[in-house]
């Protein structure tokens, strides 16, 4: 199991228990008064957005691809392209020359792996995956919006 | 006399064990401080998913999954079973909630980029939790309705037995890797 002592001083620490499962217990509350309350008022009365009833907010994108692409084949093995991106994302952005954008940042000490493992940045501050990201959000909610 | 003994002492080594397990991984266990409530959205996703198999597991007692049956069946759980009405409901709403919090679990973690190395295990579990849950929907959702309006092609009890076995069985798998890499490598800090 990971240790989280090491390197730290005693007040960077907080005992798991009661704090860690006094905050999921909490969460844990929440959500089920969420689920009580969804059931009380789901399906809402009004729509967001103009969509069959029998499809959700989830598959809303897939279902307005499913319209725009009539050839099945096409549309599964687009389908398929975006579950293999998704999946590899990590190894997609793990290349060398991301890691020239940060060297006035941090220090390398071994190699450019190195400081990838060491440091963890926030996608904000990569900006072709940054870019990536936004770019396949925007595609997401338009296919939610468009009425095709 | 030599048994008994032997029996108070495996007695107490089992005791000693338990308690060494709950000492290490709870009572004596410390974390860092810069832990946040939106940490717990993984850990929500897991209540939400339990939720949905034990309110799962209620349904099986009395649904059909035959063609003619099924939708008598979802009926007569909301009209004549106690208390089936509230637990249906849960099982229909429930997804929407736990698809909803995989993906702000997700988000959040592409958003601090805690994917990199040495987490992509992490990231790929988690993404193919997320494709299996969306899966977990769309044969759930067939079940709900007559095959007779052409919405599967697939045979209702070949969707009911991917549905409650086949899925959940991967599921399960994905979530075992899932927990044991974050036991391993921690859950945001640089190794």
Partial sequence: MKDYTKGRSPEMLEPFFPNEMFRHIIVSCFLVILEFVAVIFFPLPFQFVDKPAHIPWFFLPLYNLKKLIHNEVLFISVLALCALFLVSWPFLVRVRSYCLLFLNKIKITNSCTDCYSKVNYPLWQK?????????????????CLINV | MNKKTEGINQEITTKSFLQEIIETNITRRLIPKSMSWFGCMGGLSLVAFMIQVITGVFLMFHYIPSAKDAVPSIQNISHNVPYGWFIQRIHAVGPHIMIGMVISHMLRILFKGIY???????????SCLLILTLFMYYTGSLLSVSNSDGRSAIPISYLYAIH???IPMAMGLFMGLHFFMIRNTGISEPL
């Fill in chain 2, 116 to 126: 990199r190395r040495p987490r992509e295990l992490h990231w790929v579990s988690g």
């Fill in chain 1, 127 to 143: 900006p072709v995956p940054f870019a990536v990201v936004i770019i396949a959000i925007f595609l997401v909610i338009n296919l």
């Fill in chain 2, 164 to 166: 409650v076995a086949g």
